[in-house]
């Protein structure tokens, strides 16, 4: 199933949604769709009791992402 939506983004998201598809070379639509299955894989654990964690390279600690 495909859905078409339109979408006002700020500026902030609209600049983080350029710079992504500057890095990657994917298209605008592949970037959404990503976002969008990363967040509710996000959603799912926290409803779950689970937690995601992000390690930076630089950093050997893990830290807890939480999305609120």
Known sequence: MTAKV???????????LAEI??????????????????????LEQAEAGGTVHIQPASNTRATRLQII
Do not use: F, M, P, Q
Request: charged share 20%; aromatic share 6%; net charge positive.
């Open 21 to 42: 598809v500057h890095l990657t070379g994917s298209t605008k639509t592949e970037v959404i769709n990503t976002a969008l299955r990363a967040y509710a894989y996000i």
């Open 6 to 16: 339109t979408i006002r983004l700020t500026h902030r998201s609209a600049d983080a």
